[in-house]
C-alpha cells in the first residue's frame, strides 16, 4: 500500500489470496472477478474492504477520524452476487418460521447492493434481489426497460426519414399526447440541428460571447424539444407489454401477432393500426434489436411468474417470439441481466 495510502494508490490483483485473515484496512474497493466456492468465501473476501479505517489525533488520543466512510465490492456477474447474497442470508438466521424476504432485508441494512439505473445509482429492495436470483430480472427492472429511451430512436437521420414520408409523420400525430406537441414538432428539431451545424461553423474557433450564446440556447431548445418526442414515444412502448399481457399467442413473433392474430386487440391497447405500426417500423422510429432483448426478458419473467401460480399453459413450448423472430426456448435460459 505504499509509506501513506492517503497520498498513493495501489491496485492488488489476487488469485484466492487475502481473501481470509487478512486486514488491509486503506483497501477502499473490490472487484470480484471469478466466482468463489461457497457464501461464505465470497463474503470473507467482501469483509476485507470492509475493515473500518481511522487516524487517532495525535493531541486528543480519544478523538478519532473516519479515513473510509464507504467501500464498495464491484461484481459484474449480478446474478452470482445476488445468489450468494441469499443464501448467505438464510444461513446466517436459522429460523424457518422468518420469511426469507425478511432475512434479506435485515441483511442489506448491513451490506447494501446498489445497482446501476441508467445515470446513478439507486439501492435494492430484498424483493428486487430474490426477484433477480429466481428470474435473471426484477419487475421493477423489467417496467423500467420498456420505458426506457433505448426503445426508440430519435437521432437526426431517424427524424428526417420521418420528415420527409408524409404518411409516416402523420401516424406519429396519431400516437397518444403528439398533438399537444403540434405538427411540426418533428421539422422544429430537424431544422433546429441544421442550424446548430451552422452556428458551429461560423463560430469556428473565435470565442464570440454572442454567438456562444446564441448556440446555447439553440443546443438547449434542441435537447428539449427532442426529449419531448422521445417520451411521448417511449410512452407509446410501455403499451407493447399490455399488449402481450392481453394476447395468448407465445410462439409467434410479435409483428406476426399484431399483423395477424390480434390486429384488433392491438389497436384498441395502442392506438394505431397494422399499417401505422409496420410504417414506423420501417422508418427506424423503434430499435428493433432493444425490442427484441425486452421482450425475450418479459416472456422470461413471465414464465417464471406462470410456473409459481401453476397455471403455466406454455409449459410445452419449444419457440418464444420476439418483436420480428422467434428462437428455441433454451434462449430464455441462457438470457442474462443485461
Not at 478519532?64 to 466512510?69: A, D, F, Q, R
Request: glycine share 6%.
Amino acid at each position: 500500500m505504499g509509506d501513506n495510502p492517503l497520498k498513493t494508490r495501489t491496485i492488488t490483483l489476487t488469485c484466492g489470496k487475502l481473501t481470509t485473515g487478512v486486514t488491509l484496512r486503506p483497501l477502499g474497493g473490490l472487484l470480484m472477478l471469478r466466482n468463489c466456492s461457497s457464501p461464505e468465501t465470497y463474503f470473507q473476501t467482501a469483509f476485507r474492504v470492509q475493515s473500518p479505517w481511522t487516524a487517532t489525533d495525535k493531541d486528543d488520543p480519544t478523538k478519532h477520524t473516519i479515513l473510509k466512510p464507504t467501500c464498495y465490492v464491484f461484481d459484474f456477474a449480478p446474478n452470482r452476487a445476488l445468489r450468494e447474497m441469499v443464501t448467505y442470508a438464510n444461513q446466517l438466521d436459522v429460523d424457518s418460521n422468518r420469511r426469507i424476504t425478511d432475512k434479506v432485508d435485515e441483511f442489506i441494512n448491513f451490506l447494501p447492493i446498489l445497482q446501476f439505473d441508467g445515470s446513478s445509482m439507486k439501492r435494492v429492495d430484498a424483493t428486487e434481489i430474490l426477484d433477480f436470483v429466481d428470474n435473471g430480472t426484477s419487475g421493477t427492472l423489467l417496467a423500467r426497460r420498456w420505458n426506457s429511451a433505448q426503445l426508440v430512436n430519435v437521432d437526426n437521420a431517424t427524424l428526417q426519414r420521418v420528415l420527409d414520408n408524409p404518411e409516416a409523420l402523420a401516424t406519429i400525430m396519431k400516437i397518444e399526447g403528439f398533438r399537444a406537441l403540434g405538427s411540426d414538432i418533428i421539422e422544429n428539431i430537424v431544422n433546429r440541428a441544421e442550424k446548430i451545424k451552422k452556428l458551429k461553423r461560423e463560430a469556428g474557433d473565435n470565442n464570440d460571447p454572442k454567438k456562444k450564446k446564441e448556440l446555447t440556447a439553440e443546443e438547449k431548445e434542441y435537447r428539449s424539444k427532442r426529449r419531448e418526442v422521445q417520451e411521448k414515444l417511449m410512452k407509446f412502448a410501455t403499451r407493447i407489454p399490455i399488449f402481450m399481457y392481453l394476447t395468448d399467442y407465445r410462439e409467434e413473433s410479435l409483428e406476426d401477432v399484431i399483423r395477424k392474430l390480434e390486429p384488433r386487440l392491438f389497436e384498441r391497447v395502442t392506438g394505431l393500426t397494422i399499417d401505422d405500426f409496420n410504417l414506423l417500423l420501417s422508418v427506424g422510429v423503434f430499435n428493433r434489436a432493444q425490442m427484441n432483448d425486452a421482450i425475450l426478458k418479459f416472456r422470461r419473467y413471465e414464465d417464471a411468474s406462470l410456473e409459481y401460480t401453476g397455471v403455466n399453459r406454455h409449459a410445452s413450448d419449444t419457440r418464444i417470439g420476439l418483436m420480428d423472430s422467434t428462437v428455441p426456448i433454451e434462449a430464455m435460459l441462457g438470457s442474462g441481466m443485461g
